[in-house]
């Protein structure tokens, strides 16, 4: 499966931005999805990810609560709602994905996703 990123931009701080993660292929339902962000001079790190089948979600601790990923199966395609932004959330953020045996499986772990999207950029000013 091919991942595109976009919906990235500027936006003030305590801001709203839905970033999205569209996918080539029709099989995107046994793939589990999830994002990552990388910030200047910084390693990257695990945001959020779902299942494949979407009842299953884990966050960082950095933005639970503020932000949210979703899935809608029929289109291929995986978002992630940002809320209450904070200068520290700007960063590129990359879609990423690996097939899941299991509707349940999630995964944190970077290693885990074999199929990374060309990541878009989030700017929150302060």
């Known amino acids: 499966v091919q991942l595109q990123a976009s919906g990235g931009g500027l936006v003030q701080t305590g801001g709203s931005l839905r970033i999205s993660c569209a996918a080539s292929?029709?099989?995107?339902?046994?793939?589990?999805m999830g994002w990552f962000r990388q910030a200047p001079g910084k390693e990257r790190e695990f945001v959020a990810t779902i299942s494949r089948s979407g009842y299953v979600t884990l966050y960082a601790d950095s933005v639970k609560g503020r932000f949210t990923i979703s899935r809608d199966n029929a289109k291929s395609t995986a978002y992630l709602q940002m809320n209450s932004l904070k200068p520290e959330d700007t960063a590129v953020y990359y879609c990423?994905?690996?097939?899941?045996?299991?509707?349940?499986?999630?995964?944190?772990?970077?290693?885990?996703?074999?199929?990374w999207g060309q990541g878009t950029l989030v700017t929150v000013s302060s």
């Open positions: 292929k029709r099989s995107f339902n046994t793939y589990v």
């Open positions: 990423a994905a690996f097939y899941g045996r299991l509707p349940q499986i999630t995964s944190q772990e970077l290693n885990n996703y074999d199929r």
